[in-house]
DNA sequence: CTGTTAGCGCTTTCAC
DNA sequence: GTGAAAGCGCTAACAG
């Protein structure tokens, strides 16, 4: 293994000078450093990690921890989240583990921030971990309850959104698809908002897990036209792999007979249907920018950042899957 | 921060003690142990990681480069990677970087083992990279060109058994949409050994990539039903997505009009059509055992496996995609 | 059984 | 602008 004395050596300087050029620190030539660096390039030196840690306790790595559902969404995001990354030189790394083995992974490997995506109740073992994490971990996703940097992402709004186009295409009557979270609020206040009728009939309130997903759902599309809404949301983009299937199966036609806002962007969605389908949802490249912003900035300034900062809006990107009501 | 010094002090002993007796070395009395343990639990002694990873310098952890395509598959893969790791209490770390900066960035946290996903050309970078990596590179997919550890996956054999199956069930005229690779000689073979006749038109040469692509899979779909296969075989699961987009265009209906084998099975592909897909490719299950069982051998035994020990068989599961050809 | 001490690779202060 | 050296917290080898 190669280490900085190894290069000094060959630089014929000591060892604190060639520790100065490969930091950027003041106080070495330029002509100096550059020869340092290319050196150092040149005998493939990699910097160990636990010694600088033992110094400074800096680390230029994330942790990531994966979150268990969000599929296909988060793989796309940590895309963006690694490039973000390169960009500003940080390291990235994911687990998949549990998140409170995650944790201890993360802390075994000197990597002290965190970014964990909040979708659900954690579990009592998380908590625990959490507390005594010496790092920071940015919460990102739900309104975070905990007292860390935290970034919240406005599901109730991008559904609100959603409901909004669909309402100025000129649909009155407009379903839901999904579970009874934030979304769902959001769509509710779209309707006494967008002072659209209230149909029970139109909230077809299911999950993944829920065996009678498929029931409910094509029983909604096998209705009469005449007695179901002219457009959907449908709150996820793993409930939309199953919804697509259904609407192949009941023959329906997008946009035609029934026009469809998915939420969460991702390419996949769009290889589902024919038409390429209308989406709302914070943007992958936005939600990776700002948090790695707020991670990076994460002990400097804690709490100086407002809370409305914090909050990562839905945007609504229309495509061929939304159009106005049939006969209008 | 509380040190070992720190507990060495308030115990009346050196730390190298302390160091021992927290370490469960022998050579320290059972009574001082537990003296030095209780004093170091009620200071709420947290060990300095950085620290001992600078002595000894071992980690039992096992980096996976996450390659740039595959996409669902290699999800689901290590998924069930971590699982088994979970089970034989071995940490996994993730990089989504390019091959050769995670590679520096396993190296920078002390991660002796790397999974390396072959799917392609490598880069002069990444070759550069891997011969100074000072640790176990395992290659999984491809036929590894190198003198390392490799684990490869017999996509040729696992196209012929889909030829195979579609022979058995009658299938006269087969067709394949993909590239000309390893599956595409499974395919040839399968025809030729079958004794099934070799009809280039029912050969549909495209990838992900090829702006040709939907209208060269439409052009075949569209054909007339007699002048067309009776079955076919799509090479991978990121072409079976667009694929089924097209079958829905072009109103073809499977199985009844066409039977269908897809590559690698994954949770998503049966989202795709009503009817569930046939597929071929290796098991999951299985590539993620046989991996995590190389690479932790991979010191031991160098070469001592048999060249055919490396081979992952694929596995055909028959679903409902594939039927005898329509009136039969 | 316990004390002593040489490093592990690096950053940082203090001299020159 | 560069060298010299202290020390981060810990393990391990050796001495007693």
């Not at 020869?35 to 800096?58: G, T």
């Not at 035609?256 to 949802?281: A, C, K, N």
């Amino acid at each position: 293994m190669v280490t900085i004395k190894d290069i000094a050596k060959q630089a014929g300087v000591t060892y604190g000078t060639v520790s100065r050029a490969l930091n950027g620190e003041p106080g070495v030539s330029e002509k100096t450093r550059s020869r340092i660096k290319a050196i150092a390039e040149q005998m493939n030196y990699v910097p160990n990690l636990a010694a600088k840690r033992m110094v400074d306790r800096s680390s230029n790595c994330i942790g990531i921890i994966w979150p268990k559902i969000e599929g296909l969404f988060f793989y796309r995001l940590s895309e963006r989240i690694q490039e973000e990354a390169s960009r500003r030189g940080i390291r990235i790394m994911l687990s998949v583990a549990e998140p409170e083995d995650a944790l201890s992974s993360f802390q075994e490997h000197f990597i002290d921030k965190v970014v964990h995506w909040v979708y659900s109740e954690q579990t009592a073992a998380f908590i625990a971990a959490k507390q005594s994490f010496p790092g920071t971990i940015l919460e990102v996703g739900s309104r975070s309850a905990g007292e860390g940097p935290s970034l919240e992402i406005d599901r109730k709004g991008a559904v609100f959104k959603a409901v909004r186009h669909l309402a100025e295409l000129g649909h009155e009557r407009i379903a839901f698809v999904g579970a009874r979270t934030d979304k769902w609020v959001g769509y509710t206040q779209g309707l006494v908002d967008f002072d659209r009728e209230y149909h029970p009939d139109d909230i077809v309130m299911t999950r993944l897990s829920d065996p009678d997903m498929e029931a409910k759902i094509l029983g909604y599309l096998s209705r009469d036209r005449n007695d179901r809404a002219t457009a959907v949301i449908v709150d996820s983009q793993g409930m939309m792999f199953e919804f697509a299937r259904l609407v192949h199966a009941a023959k329906v036609r997008i946009p035609e007979q029934l026009s469809l806002v998915g939420y969460d962007d991702v390419p996949e969605l769009h290889r589902l249907l024919p038409v390429s389908i209308t989406t709302v949802g914070p943007d992958i490249d936005t939600l990776a920018n700002r948090l790695m912003d707020t991670i990076t900035r994460a002990d400097a300034a804690e709490d100086s950042t407002d809370r409305n900062d914090r909050i990562i809006e839905g945007v609504l990107t229309v495509r061929e899957s939304t159009q106005p009501p049939f006969g209008m």
